[in-house]
T-cell receptor, first 108, second 113 residues
Framework: RKEVEQDPGPFNVPEGATVAFNCTYS??????FFWYRQDCRKEPKLLMS???SGNEDGRFTAQLNRASQYISLLIRDSKLSDSATYLC?????????FGAGTRLTVKP | NAGVTQTPKFQVLKTGQSMTLQCAQD?????MSWYRQDPGMGLRLIHY???????DQGEVPNGYNVSRSTTEDFPLRLLSAAPSQTSVYFC????????????FGPGTRLTVT
């Protein structure tokens, strides 16, 4: 079993749609959690950190459920520019584990 | 402020050759790391460092060496290249001892024939 697993995707949605990505992790001692965005043939960039209380940044909402070892990312009112691969990242003692990513394509 | 820089951008090696991938950051970050990214596998941590003179192994360290003689530089050495090391390599850095937002370099695309 992979340490970090994500929805396989791809997700193809129309502009304005709401889309949700899920991620599960296997190590209950994991300490910090992130969502990164990666555009084609580019480096990953931080989208948002994920806190136990949940957090929101504009159209993006991240949730963490430690009991179920589950992280989610919700994107509302999708834009064409949201098309990218979204990476779930889990950290334990400086060992950062990345999910394989979920590809999102937003279509006009 | 250049952030994280990597050289070269592209490299082709023959099996058995050695080489060093360069990584430098100008943000005075303590933590630096190397990843490889393969299709369908996500990024996998090779080695990391929490400060000058300190390095540790990640998930896939075999076949790679690192050193951290300065805060700014964190080179990755391939000792004897193998086709299985064909990948895209990313260097990253962050504040503190790790577990925080990482800033990535643009990557090095390595092909081993």
């Amino acid at each position: 079993r992979k340490e970090v697993e994500q929805d396989p995707g791809p997700f193809n949605v129309p502009e304005g749609a709401t889309v949700a990505f899920n991620c599960t992790y296997s190590n209950s001692a994991s300490q910090s959690f992130f969502w990164y965005r990666q555009d084609c043939r580019k480096e990953p960039k931080l989208l948002m950190s994920v806190y136990s209380s949940g957090n929101e940044d504009g159209r993006f909402t991240a949730q963490l459920n430690r009991a179920s070892q589950y992280i989610s990312l919700l994107i509302r009112d999708s834009k064409l520019s949201d098309s990218a691969t979204y990476l779930c990242v889990v950290n334990m003692n400086n060992d950062m584990r990345f999910g394989a990513g979920t590809r999102l394509t937003v279509k006009p | 402020n250049a952030g994280v820089t990597q050289t070269p951008k592209f490299q082709v090696l023959k099996t058995g050759q050695s080489m060093t991938l360069q990584c430098a950051q100008d943000m005075n970050h303590e933590y630096m790391s190397w990843y490889r990214q393969d299709p369908g596998m996500g990024l996998r941590l090779i080695h990391y460092s929490v400060g000058a003179g300190i390095t540790d192994q990640g998930e896939v360290p075999n076949g790679y060496n690192v050193s951290r003689s300065t805060t700014e530089d964190f080179p990755l050495r391939l000792l004897s290249a193998a086709p299985s090391q064909t990948s895209v390599y990313f260097c990253a850095s962050s504040y503190g001892q790790g577990g925080r937002e990482q800033y990535f370099g643009p990557g090095t695309r390595l092909t081993v024939t």
